[in-house]
């Protein structure tokens, strides 16, 4: 019905940056919520941040360092990545509340999911 490209993680350095992004295409109407979480080894998955297409919410570890930012005419999402921390390690997975076309129900959907590394 709905697929989510995420594209962007990588290897950094501590201090380092990256951007990841997500694009959703398949049949969709519209989409609500976008953002992405992030799941480290032995954690669970947690928010990072979130467009509600209203406002943004950032957990509160990556305010000041994490921009989360959409193209809603692309379907699209990124995550701009300062300052990148060890802690920061993780899989990124894009989110997206979506208005699928085909079923007229609103349905979440997940990426596959990126690795991002940050060395010290």
């Known amino acids: 019905q709905v697929q989510l490209v995420e594209s962007g993680g990588g290897l950094v350095q501590a201090g380092g940056s990256l951007k990841l992004s997500c694009v959703a295409s398949g049949s969709i109407y519209s989409i609500g919520d976008m953002g992405w979480y992030r799941q480290a080894p032995g954690q669970q998955r947690e928010l990072v941040a979130l467009?509600?297409?209203?406002?943004?919410n950032y957990t509160d570890s990556v305010k000041g360092r994490f921009t989360i930012a959409r193209d809603n005419d692309k379907n699209t999402v990124y995550l701009q990545m300062n300052n990148l921390k060890p802690e920061d390690t993780a899989v990124y997975f894009c989110?997206?509340?979506?208005?699928?076309?085909?079923?007229?129900?609103?349905?979440?959907?997940w990426g596959q999911g990126t690795q991002v590394t940050v060395s010290a």
């Open positions: 467009d509600t297409r209203r406002t943004t």
């Open positions: 989110y997206a509340n979506v208005m699928v076309l085909v079923t007229a129900k609103r349905t979440k959907f």
